[in-house]
DNA sequence: AAGCATTTTGCAACAAAGTTGCATTCATCG
DNA sequence: CGATGAATGCAACTTTGTTGCAAAATGCTT
């Protein structure tokens, strides 16, 4: 088992999850990924397992906080790993920026950009704030 | 012709659009509702045009900055009006914040709420920024 | 290591969401 | 009013997401 294999191994294991082949296969696509993926990407590189599979998993992983989603004008979902303290605590509060990228549609985690605080008007009450940057990325600017 | 039957006729008149009874009926939906709305809610709401016809509409409102999109987490695209000013100019940059409200689901724009600058690492080409605040309605809080 | 209980998977069938081409209808403008 | 181009409705289709259930795999116990 190489680095790779057993950090997926140790998450899931971590979260309580019985190491299945798709689990962990898609879990390693993740954590070796630059950039967030949606479900069809996982589809498309993951071609062994059954599609109700991958939906299944998203979710799982979403229920353990292991991935978290990112909400993208373009109306996809995409998901991507949790830096490695939300993966440890299973307690999913992820503070940075994100980045969405309108050439290339590709989203990264800008996890050094802190999410600046707002102040909502009275009777509102705040849970998450998510803050999604629409662009052009250094790929697509050269 | 009342008083929102005239806004939207002349929203779309201002937009170069031809005046049919979807598009007019579709809009002054929008103009008079409280939360932002998806594809589902006015086909419940309008249910007199074809489905394809939402679609192309919130489409075209969307190629001329009448509507803009807001991402949220409940992985549903929520369309909203856009504020006098970006109508009048067609050229749309929303800058306040949107609530999602995790209870009722209803997402709204807080116009007066200024979406805070974030700097970006060099390299990234900053368009626009989103920012969803989830939380709870005043309304689910009660 | 083998057996057992429980969870996960794949398949099939289905439901919902979104797209496309084309004939008909409608809005705008002279 | 009549001509012209644009918008609509319908049908057919693709893609995306969901559900039930039998078979397979996992983790635990012995
Ligand atoms: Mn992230
Ligand atoms: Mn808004
Ligand atoms: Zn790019
Ligand atoms: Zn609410």
């Given at each position: 088992m190489n680095k790779l294999e057993?950090?997926?191994d140790l998450i899931l294991k971590n979260n309580g999850l019985s190491v299945t082949s798709s689990r962990k296969k898609i879990l390693e696509v993740f954590l070796s990924a630059?950039?967030?993926l949606e479900h069809q990407d996982i589809e498309k590189?993951?071609?062994q397992y059954d599609r109700v599979t991958i939906y299944r998993t998203l979710q799982t992983f979403l229920d353990k906080g292991i991935i978290h989603p990112i909400p993208t004008t373009d109306n996809s979902i995409k998901y991507a790993v949790c830096s490695?303290?939300?993966v440890k605590t299973g307690h999913h509060h992820d503070n940075h920026v994100h980045f969405f990228c309108d050439k290339c549609g590709k989203t990264e985690c800008l996890d050094?950009?802190?999410i600046p605080s707002v102040i909502l008007p009275s009777g509102y009450?705040?849970?998450?704030?998510?803050m999604v940057v629409n662009g052009t990325c250094?790929?697509?600017r050269a």
């Open positions: 057993k950090q997926s630059e950039t967030a590189i993951v071609t490695e303290t939300c050094d950009v802190a009450d705040m849970h998450e704030i998510n250094k790929t697509c």
